[in-house]
């Protein structure tokens, strides 16, 4: 509780050094009229429209599984784990990596509010792990990809090569995004795909900023 008073007491003096350091960064909501409209926004964030076409690919591509094959039953599974990990980039802010080695173990359901303890960034453990709140109507999206396990990594696919499940690794996450990318009509290639899993993190702080 003593962190958590502290860090809200730090919260406002962090968002106006927030806003000056990175508000220049964040773009404004529609591109300007010499900007190639589908690249505008790859690099710092995602403008909202086009946040909202690769979201809306991921839920049609997750509609045209059907989940009575076995086959479909495990695209459907890995459908969710996909969608939930993209969510947990834009919701939280998570970088590729830290969603890839998110444990199950780091993921409370069950407290008020769901929390979720990320890992900070290679030697900035000290520095960057943190605990989010998980929106509470992306709940049974959770407990679905979890299935109630307590270890293990939180987002597991099926193994093309063998029987089970393996960890997601961050070139799923990527090519995931690009894929989605190229489904919304737009860039999807790996090298120049409109949206970067990185820019989630930005379009976050942009939501908070503007």
């Not at 520095?127 to 709140?133: H, N």
């Not at 290639?189 to 993190?201: E, M, N, Q, T």
């Amino acid at each position: 509780s003593q962190v958590t008073k502290a860090h809200a007491d730090a919260l406002p003096s962090w968002c106006k050094a927030l806003g000056q350091a990175i508000k220049p960064l964040v773009l404004p909501a529609s591109a300007p009229e010499y900007a190639d409209a589908a690249r505008y926004g790859s690099t710092y964030c995602v403008r909202a429209e086009i946040l909202r076409g690769v979201i809306g690919a991921c839920l049609q591509d997750m509609a045209g599984i059907d989940t009575r094959s076995g086959d479909s039953s495990r695209a459907w599974d890995d459908a969710q784990v996909y969608f939930c990990a993209l969510l947990t980039g834009i919701c939280l802010g998570a970088r590729v990596g830290e969603v890839a080695t998110l444990s199950a173990a780091a993921v409370d359901l069950d407290f008020s509010p769901p929390l979720a303890t990320l890992i900070g960034k290679g030697n900035r453990f000290a520095e960057e792990s943190r605990t989010l709140m998980i929106p509470a109507r992306l709940v049974p999206l959770w407990r679905a990809v979890l299935d109630d396990r307590r270890d293990g990594p939180a987002f597991q696919v099926h193994s093309q090569r063998a029987e089970g499940k393996r960890p997601l690794k961050r070139h799923d996450l990527w090519r995931y995004v690009a894929a989605m990318s190229a489904q919304a009509c737009f860039r999807g290639g790996l090298s120049d795909g409109v949206i970067r899993f990185h820019a989630l993190r930005h379009h976050l702080v942009g939501h908070f900023l503007v």
